[in-house]
């Protein structure tokens, strides 16, 4: 429950897929977690959504893009160095206005984007309504769950 606490961290869906073990192989590891995931409602996602670190002021987001926060897996924070302080106060910006406006945190699989990439995905979405943006939010957890879940080489420990 713990590991499966660690790649998601909604009760619900980890004792989902704890009632599922043993997993054939990763596939069906995958394949449990996005059936589990898919039957979970608002709460359960937003429970999920508190999970992440919150990135709310410019001093957080300058550690993460610089490189200088161990927070996140070498996979999540690929792409990400280096970004402008004018992008790191956008994204601050563009995070504070989104939670505000949504109750909830921006969430985005950042595998292999940069900060700018990131900042444009927000302030596309940013117009959205809450609705649509909870969709938005538990698609981008399920690929966030799906990538952590290969890197901990899946099935065989879980």
Known sequence: RDKFLETCHSSKWA???VARRPFEDDAALLKG?????DSLGEEDWLEAFRGHPKIGDA???RKKYHGNSGALSSVEQSGV???SEEVIQALAKGNQDYEE???FIF???ASGKSASEMLEILQSRLPNGRDQEL???AAEQAKITALRLQKLGASAQL
């Open 15 to 17: 004792a989902g897929m």
């Open 107 to 109: 969430i985005v699989c």
């Open 101 to 103: 406006k949504n109750g």
């Open 33 to 37: 977690a996005q059936e589990v995931w």
């Open 81 to 83: 160095s280096g970004a």
């Open 135 to 137: 969709q938005n939010a």
């Open 59 to 61: 001093e957080s987001l």
